[in-house]
């Protein structure tokens, strides 16, 4: 048997000659680029990569087959990105080009005052999201998130502050469910600390207690805090404030909220539990969006919603772009597609400047792997 030396050095040259026909591919696909410029064809074959990727799979062993395939769509996607590139046609996508004018129209500073949408009422987390992002916002209340798009859609609101997912309890379901039916852009994301404290009405007791309300990712945050109290009937409400709110109207001794501190004096209830939460490194992430799309300087995040087809390997060729451009995903969720039969709507969010050449080489080429892909907005996060 070899030595372990010998085996990879021989590895190591036959790693140097796959590298110098690698340049040499590319090479060549520079005259391809050059040809197809002068014909008016399209970047795009479908039929020649399907011919590829089968001819590939015939060419090793059984127990390679797939291996080769997936070598030979990487070699495709960078031959594809190099001819896009020295063609000049990224220019020339539709989403990249209102990008461009939005990022020329939006002013530098991103406006201090606004009239902004929220779902709740006074004291929402929702509420302190948007005085994060805005110094002196004008906040009107919607009872439901439903209500937060509708406002900036109608332009009844320029902004909406919206909470996208929490550390502790992911995702918000329901606001990913409502993003399919509205249109919207992201112009700015934040963090605000989650801080439960069970709030009553004065004379209650923790003993006392029959009944507690809240939003239901609160109610899954403190989980372990509810679990000892096994009498208690907890009750799901639209907001935790509204929560607050409803037991201090309702006068009651034996109900509380969990809530944020600010509305035990907002509402006039006493702190019963402070800080019940399960963890304490709990944040919950809200979007800003607009009705127009608004791109300032410093947008180094970037949200998309994809179908993909429904076929092997469609979200590894996408993820495989992502890695080649040297892209970091920071989410993916999927959320099923209403009246269409187990197909899924893909939410992503990626980490590039949006004045980077990967993110207008993305752009230009992210199209041809997708059923549909909806651009959500290019924006930075406030700490």
């Known amino acids: 048997m070899a030595e372990l030396s010998e085996l990879r050095r021989r590895i190591d040259d036959i790693d140097a000659r796959i590298f110098d026909l690698f340049t040499q591919r590319a090479e060549v696909a520079e005259g391809v680029a050059a040809y197809k410029r002068e014909s008016g064809i399209r970047v ?11 001819d590939a799979a015939a060419r090793v062993p059984d127990d390679l ?7 030979m769509e990487v070699l ?31 002013p530098e500073l991103f406006p201090p005052s606004a009239r902004v949408a929220c779902q709740g009422v006074e004291g929402a987390y929702s509420q302190i999201a948007a005085e994060k992002i805005f110094r002196r916002p004008q ?7 439903d209500g937060v798009f509708s406002a900036v859609e109608q332009g009844l609101a320029r902004y909406g502050v919206l909470p996208l997912e929490n550390s502790t309890a992911g995702s918000v379901n329901q606001l990913y ?5 509205h249109s919207f852009h992201i112009v700015r994301t934040t963090r605000v600390k989650v801080d439960h404290n069970l709030l009553a009405n004065a004379g209650a007791t923790l003993s ?35 929560a607050a709110q409803r037991v201090a109207e309702s006068g009651r001794t034996d109900a509380a909220a969990l809530s944020s501190l600010p509305c035990a004096d907002l509402y006039g209830l006493q702190v019963l539990s402070a800080s019940v939460q399960d963890r304490d490194n709990n944040y919950t992430r809200f979007a800003c969006i607009s009705k127009e799309l608004e791109v300032y300087p410093g947008a180094d995040r970037t949200s998309f919603m994809i179908v993909l087809p429904h076929e092997p ?49 993305l752009m230009a080429t992210i199209g041809g792997l997708c059923q549909e892909c909806r651009y959500l907005g290019s924006y930075a996060e406030v700490l």
Request: net charge negative.
């Open 208 to 242: 006392g207690l029959r009944d507690i309300y809240s939003h239901e990712q609160a109610i899954s945050q403190c989980a372990e805090f509810l679990s000892g109290l096994p009498d208690v009937r907890v009750h799901v409400c639209e907001n935790t404030a509204v």
């Open 139 to 145: 906040i009107a209340y919607s009872p439901t998130f």
């Open 177 to 181: 469910d409502l993003m399919m039916e």
């Open 44 to 54: 795009f074959d479908p039929a020649r990569e399907r011919a590829k990727v089968a």
């Open 65 to 71: 087959a797939t291996y080769a395939q997936v070598m």
């Open 76 to 106: 495709m996607e960078a031959s594809r990105a190099r001819q896009h590139e020295l063609l000049g046609d990224v220019a020339e996508d539709d989403t990249l080009r209102r990008i461009n004018a939005a990022r020329a129209a939006t």
């Open 313 to 361: 390997g469609s979200l590894y060729k996408l993820l495989a772009k992502f890695y080649a451009l040297d892209i970091n995903l920071l989410k993916l969720e999927s959320r099923p597609i209403p009246e269409r039969d187990f197909e899924f709507m893909f939410y992503f969010d990626l980490e590039c400047p949006v004045a980077a050449p990967e993110f207008s080489s």
